[in-house]
């Protein structure tokens, strides 16, 4: 199905840009603004800062890096946040290799501030006459210094045009 339509926008291309005719390419066009906030929210939650909690994983990741689970995350949050075989929804730092240097030799429960914002992403499918809708929900937090973040995007059925004016 998709060659179909490669095939057909490239014929459709040919014949525009012979007649020069401006043709649109890209069939996902934003609808008004293509990215609207849903909800933002600010909290604060206990996490354990210790080396049972704050790990170092590749797991569903391209490369290890340094995460922290924080089960009271499953609660506010919309979307699954949980690595493979984490057992906790996490968010990871890009700012160290290392768990030490999260946990500083100093293991407690703190009270940390959470960002959690869910986007919902529209646009415009011109070939099927339907509208694509995705919803991301990031997740932000400094823990003793260091930015964690964690980022789900998911689809939502499709929907008609006349359904996301």
Known sequence: MKTLIATIIL???QIASAQNLPINLNPFEPIGDQTQII???NMVLPVDISTTQVILSASDYSFPVV???VPE??????????????GAP?????????V????????A???VEFKITLRKHTYRNTIENKCNVTLTENIEATIR???FVHSRTQAMPDRTLGDCF
Do not use: M, R, W
């Open 11 to 13: 014929v459709v291309a």
């Open 90 to 98: 996490c968010l990871a730092t890009y700012e160290t290799p290392s």
């Open 109 to 111: 429960v703190e009270d």
């Open 73 to 86: 995350l499953a609660g506010p949050t919309i979307l699954n946040h949980q690595n493979t075989n984490a």
């Open 39 to 41: 909800s933002e929210q």
């Open 145 to 147: 210094g260091f930015k």
């Open 100 to 107: 030490d240097a999260v946990v500083q030799g100093n293991p």
């Open 67 to 69: 995460k922290v689970l």
